[in-house]
Nanobody
């Protein structure tokens, strides 16, 4: 059982950067894949990025490619999402997820979820 806690959300201006963190209650080295998702009001949850246990496999959604980067530090039981050049359309609740056996941007593939951290981008 993994308890995930996200942090780093907040209100920013368009063009600014933000780094989200997700800390797990147990060692993350045993988790094959971890990912970030987001959900804006009235929209479905969207896969943003995922990363494998050793970081060798990762993927970023086309909607944020070239602006967002995912990384993980298993020594700190942590997952990160670096978000650059933020846009108003990036406004959403961002969720950390873990437990997928294979890399996927599909929410149903993940077993463990955090409570989310809100990111609001104003123009």
């Amino acid at each position: 059982q993994y308890h995930l806690v996200e942090s780093g959300g907040g209100s920013v201006q368009a063009g600014e950067s933000r780094r989200l963190s997700c800390t797990a209650s147990a060692v993350t080295y045993n988790i094959p894949f971890m990912g970030w998702f987001r959900q804006a009001p009235g929209k479905e949850r969207e896969g943003v990025a995922y990363i494998s246990r050793n970081g060798g496999i990762m993927a970023i959604a086309d909607s944020v490619k070239a602006r967002f980067t995912i990384s993980r530090d298993n020594a700190k039981n942590s997952l990160y999402l670096q978000m650059n050049n933020l846009k108003p359309e990036d406004t959403a609740m961002y969720y950390c997820a873990a437990g997928a056996i294979g890399g996927s941007l599909r929410a149903e593939m993940y077993r463990y979820w955090g409570q989310g951290t809100q990111v609001t981008v104003s123009s």
